[in-house]
């Protein structure tokens, strides 16, 4: 199918961005990788009066370390993001998720900025951003805001982003000494996750004094497992001690039933899976 006409505009700054955006209103609709936006405009289940291609704001571009921090601007590719040496040793959680997400060629124009915009419960680095507790800058009419990535995902498809916002970057904290995983289970592969689990994890002395357990998929949202990280905070990370994780984990969550899997079928992934990310994140 042909899509419906729209003007198409390609600013080269943010501000340039924001203000095309805020003189359209609800008509427009932002360009990034294009990797969701372009298969809803080819079947009109988008229908813009107005395309805003972000692909020439340069800001919103690179990976970079500053202050303890590393910022990715939100047009990174998710290639970029599997194979840069600043996220290999500094955010590898960030490195497997990108890995993860799709096939080869998604990747090559999928951005970081994109996936964390569509909110979608299903994708990997949104959970990422959760686990890894991101900050997120945005850019709107009233000027620049922070907020953090639990704060961004409202519900599904719904992030804090106005209608005249944009995603500028994303600043992850350095975790030196910080053991990290993700794993999903897809029902296609590479394809969504049906239940995916990032562990992130700091021992000193072989026991656990900080922990990270975020689900996808097992809300509308990436849900941060508090029961799960009580249950490893300050144990040694014996077979019991993760497996009591992940059941509690799993029995705290509330998935619903879809096309794609069961609740019960996602809460015994989760306690599988929560088994997996754990015990790799320590090194097992």
């Not at 704060?151 to 994303?170: I, Q």
Request: net charge negative; hydrophobic share 45%.
């Amino acid at each position: 199918m042909i899509p419906s006409p729209f003007d198409y505009l390609r600013p080269r700054t943010v501000e340039e961005t924001v203000q095309y955006l805020d003189e359209a209103g609800e008509d427009a609709a932002l360009l990034a990788g294009g990797q969701s936006l372009v298969p809803a405009l080819r079947c009109r289940d988008a229908v813009p009066a107005v395309v805003v291609d972000l692909s020439e704001v340069e800001e919103l571009r690179g990976i970079r370390v500053e202050d303890d921090q590393i910022v990715v601007g939100a047009m990174t590719t998710l290639r970029r993001l599997a194979t840069d040496p600043i996220i290999a040793e500094h955010a590898p959680l960030l490195a497997t998720a990108a890995r993860l997400a799709g096939d080869r060629r998604t990747r090559t124009m999928a951005t970081l900025g994109g996936s964390l915009a569509l909110a979608d419960p299903a994708a990997d680095l949104p959970t990422a951003a959760v686990a890894l507790d991101a900050t997120l800058l945005l850019a709107g009419p009233e000027g620049r805001r922070t907020t953090s990535a639990r704060s961004f995902f409202v519900e599904p498809y719904t992030t804090a982003l106005g209608l005249a916002d944009v995603l500028v970057e994303m600043r992850f904290p350095t975790r030196f000494g910080w053991g990290a995983h993700y794993t999903k289970v897809c029902r296609t592969t590479p394809g969504w996750a049906v239940v995916g689990v990032a562990a992130l994890l700091r021992q000193e002395d072989g026991v656990v004094t900080d922990a990270r357990v975020v689900f996808t998929n097992m809300g509308p949202v990436p849900v941060r497992s508090r029961p799960a990280e009580e249950a490893l905070l300050g144990a040694r990370l014996t077979d019991a001690i993760v497996g009591a994780a992940a059941d509690a984990g799993a029995d705290e969550s509330e998935p619903v039933d879809d096309a794609a899997a069961t609740a019960p079928y996602r809460r015994q992934l989760a306690r599988t899976l929560t088994r997996r990310a754990v015990r790799a994140a320590a090194g097992r």
